[in-house]
């Protein structure tokens, strides 16, 4: 049977949905057997993103005796599956976190990618440095460009000024970009959705930032599922729980206007759409813990780009920046060039025990 290539736009746990891209066309697969015993030291060996080999056959054939388990007409998407992936292929990069405390597993959240999206907010949920910096520092270290997205700024823009412009001279001064948005009154969504222009994107964050909300405001004709804030714990609710990749539709592009969407059927091969989307977004369940992975504590500062911009200037190298004379980043910090926040969060990474909330 012909191998062809093909990217993953779902994964439904055992079961997922691939697409040619550029051409938007889904279609559901499983996975072979040996292909999930290969080693990895991640809980799930294929992730939305990643670029996969597959073969098809009629669901009528022996094809699926080979898959991950028996064939039982239909998959968890719904749908009767057509292909099996034989074989994932090498990544460009991706994001990896430690998943729940204390575990030594290890967790792909999206593979391939352009940029990530990270969304964030002041309030409502609380932010927290810490947890937005491992963000950070998995990304510097597989060198995926990262924009920052300050959401609900309607919320505090006049209650909190101090606080919305502190967090700017943190994060831009790390050298992130970072977008004020608002999806009550639209401030900031058509600076974000030409950020996400021809770009394969991953939207990630804490729960309750409104990161479904951010990707329904991008493109309207987008239906991620949007949660409200848990009052007990002033928490967002897990309202996404699997991982999903959306085409932005190309009308989005034209004066805010939206193109109508073409007729398809997300499940089968039914689509039929004229043109390239306008970009792709992977949607991800919210965050409310984020561990590093395979990554020493002497390597860590390597990937803080302002402790990077100064290390060279430290007098003995290699440099922990934390207790030794003539050090450079100790320096910058003291006089502000450095914010305290993040040369905290790095202090923490060094303290790490395996808790990681």
């Not at 997922?16 to 040996?34: H, M």
């Not at 000024?161 to 999806?183: K, M, N, Q, W």
Request: proline share 6%; net charge neutral.
């Amino acid at each position: 049977m012909e191998e062809r290539i093909a990217t993953v736009v779902k994964n439904a746990g055992s079961h997922y949905l691939l697409s040619e891209l550029p051409k938007w066309d889904p279609f559901p697969a499983v996975l072979r057997g040996k292909v999930r015993l290969q080693k990895s030291s991640a809980t799930n060996p294929v992730a939305v993103g990643d670029k996969v080999s597959y073969i098809t056959a009629d669901e009528k054939g022996p094809l699926f005796r080979v898959a991950s388990q028996p064939y039982t007409g239909k998959c968890s998407t719904g749908a009767i599956p057509s292909a099996v992936i034989t074989e994932i292929l090498p990544r460009q990069n991706y994001v990896i976190r430690k998943s729940t405390n204390l575990s030594r597993q290890a967790h792909v959240i999206a593979a391939n990618l352009d940029q990530a999206v990270i969304a964030v907010s002041l309030f409502f949920p609380e932010i927290k440095l810490p947890f937005l910096d491992r963000i950070l520092v998995t990304c510097e270290v597989y060198k995926i460009p990262v924009v920052i997205v300050l959401n609900k700024v309607d919320l505090y823009r006049d209650e909190a000024p101090e606080a919305l412009a502190e967090f700017h001279r943190i994060y831009e001064g790390a050298g992130y970009r970072v977008i004020d948005t608002s999806c009550k009154t639209g401030e900031g969504i058509a600076e974000l959705r030409e950020a996400c222009a021809g770009k394969l994107s991953l939207f990630s964050g804490e729960s309750g930032v409104g990161k479904s909300s951010l990707i329904k405001a991008v493109d309207p004709s987008l239906d991620p599922k949007i949660g409200n804030i848990s009052l007990a714990h002033l928490q967002g609710k897990h309202t996404t729980s699997l991982y999903e990749m959306y085409p932005i539709n190309p009308g989005v592009a034209g004066k805010g206007r939206i193109a109508p969407r073409a007729s398809q059927c997300r499940h089968s091969r039914s689509t039929q759409n004229s043109c390239d989307p306008f970009g792709y977004i992977i949607d991800s369940p919210g965050l409310r813990g984020f561990g590093l992975v395979d990554l020493e504590k002497e390597e860590i500062s390597k990937y803080f780009p302002e402790m990077l911009r100064v290390a060279d200037e430290c007098r003995f190298v290699p440099c922990t920046h934390t207790h030794e004379p003539g050090c450079a980043v100790k320096a910058a910090v003291d006089a502000g060039e450095i914010s305290a926040e993040r040369y905290n969060s790095y202090l923490g990474m060094l303290e790490e025990d395996g808790k990681f909330r």
